[in-house]
């Protein structure tokens, strides 16, 4: 049977009973062929309209129509703004860059424009926005290619749970920042590895602000460390102040330290100082030496790790460059993080993206195209794949973002080993 183009809505269904991939619908605002995502939202009726995402974005259609009963954890002033929210789309993207070798992000989904610069406004005029080394914002229909087309639609209708929680009823996530109802993502696009270092470092930044003197439980100092860096709790990172205490179990109540258990004698911990990093440098680093060794020398001149943001200040680099080296003491010498080692790994040289993308044919291997191509690892080297000819193979940047299953960080992908990724190319082709 042979499709059937521009069936009515009324059409659909007896074409759907029957042969459900016989039949090609087209938005009724633009005319353009709906994708597999936008046709199946208007087989199930979801809409009184067959929308392709762009129109349906800018239509006044809801894919849920949620309940107006107070939403019970947020307070009484906030109530009306989420329920004002929920009857409206999440379109715009904020994308916060905490590093980008590998891109490590923090995402939040806004329902206006307003509210997304609302939203990176209060972030970078925080503490914690001096950890991020770029933001943009995107309307969410510019990213629909790229992503996967039923997160864009999960997104939009406040179905997109960054906790993964499948089986919740109702909107997934709904979060307050700023007075703003948005949803915060801080889960998806962090690798455990790097998430791990960023707690390290706030860490390291906020006990310089922590009266001591104050402190006697664990809570006490989880509040203390929140209150320096809010915006970090917000968006779900913890300070490890907990695990820090109880290293350091001088600091608590004698009750508290009995409670731990630590079997230490609270006079043998001891907290080191951060010196002044710039004298430091003066004294020990050669500026003509490249960023690198200037930041190993400080380290191993402190013999203790040091914060990335005072390493960045005194050598003058970005924090997110900084963050790659600590002081590792059992071997007594400054050493380029695991995670940054790995992401190291899988750079591909100017002279090796050229030769691959010529041996392919200076196009994409999965869809054709000849713009934004870039060499991608067959398997990630974060799994064992190695960074050699045989194991990178040309894709654009939609399709490079796909094999990656939507991710903006490695290793995720689609397939299992090399028999699937050809797989996966073949089914591009079809």
């Not at 949620?66 to 329920?83: C, I, L, M």
Request: charged fraction near 30%.
């Amino acid at each position: 049977m042979q499709p059937v183009v521009g069936v009515s809505r009324d059409e659909v269904a007896t074409f759907y009973f029957c042969e459900p991939n016989c039949y090609i619908i087209l938005c009724d605002v633009c005319g353009t062929e709906l994708d597999e995502s936008e046709a199946r939202h208007s087989d199930g009726f979801r809409l009184s309209s067959s929308l392709c995402f762009d129109c349906y974005l800018e239509s006044d259609e809801v894919l849920y129509e949620y309940s107006d009963r107070p939403v019970e954890r947020f307070e009484a002033q906030h109530q009306q703004a989420v329920r004002d929210a929920l009857n409206d789309k999440l379109r715009y993207v904020l994308t916060l860059s905490l590093s980008d070798d590998p891109q490590q992000l923090i995402v939040l989904f806004a329902v206006s424009i307003d509210d997304a610069e609302e939203l990176q406004k209060n972030v970078l005029e925080s503490k914690f926005g001096t950890f991020i080394d770029d933001t943009e914002i995107h309307d969410l229909g510019d990213l629909y290619d790229g992503l996967d087309t039923e997160l864009c639609w999960n997104i939009s209708a406040w179905k997109h749970d960054p906790h993964g929680r499948p089986l919740r009823k109702g909107p997934m996530s709904i979060d307050i920042f700023a007075g703003v109802p948005c949803v915060i993502d801080s889960y998806g696009w962090l690798n455990d590895g790097y998430r791990s270092e960023l707690c390290e470092e706030l860490l390291s930044h906020a006990l310089p602000h922590i009266n001591f003197n104050e402190i006697e439980t664990l809570s006490d100092g989880v509040e203390a460390a929140q209150s320096v860096f809010p915006v970090a709790s917000d968006f779900g990172i913890s300070i490890p102040i907990r695990d820090y205490l109880r290293d350091n179990p001088q600091y608590l109540s004698e009750r508290s330290r009995r409670q731990i258990n630590t079997g230490s004698d609270p006079e043998d911990y001891t907290q080191a100082a951060t010196p002044d990093l710039k004298q430091l440098h003066e004294e020990v680093a050669d500026p003509t030496d490249n960023k690198e060794a200037q930041i190993r020398d400080l380290l191993e001149a402190a013999e203790q790790g040091l914060p990335s943001q005072a390493l960045a200040d005194a050598v003058d680099c970005s924090t997110s460059y900084a963050r790659r080296f600590k002081y590792d003491e059992d071997a007594e010498a400054a050493v380029e993080k695991e995670w940054s080692r790995r992401s190291q790994a899988e750079k591909v040289s100017a002279a090796t993206r050229e030769r691959i993308i010529e041996r392919d044919g200076n196009e994409c291997l999965r869809c054709g195209g000849t713009e934004n191509l870039s060499p991608h690892h067959i398997i990630p080297v974060a799994v064992g794949g190695e960074n050699t000819d045989e194991n990178l193979a040309t894709l654009c940047k939609t399709c490079h973002l796909e094999a990656h299953d939507g991710a903006f960080s490695t290793p995720t992908t689609v397939y299992d080993d090399p028999h699937g990724f050809d797989e996966w190319l073949t089914a591009g082709d079809s």
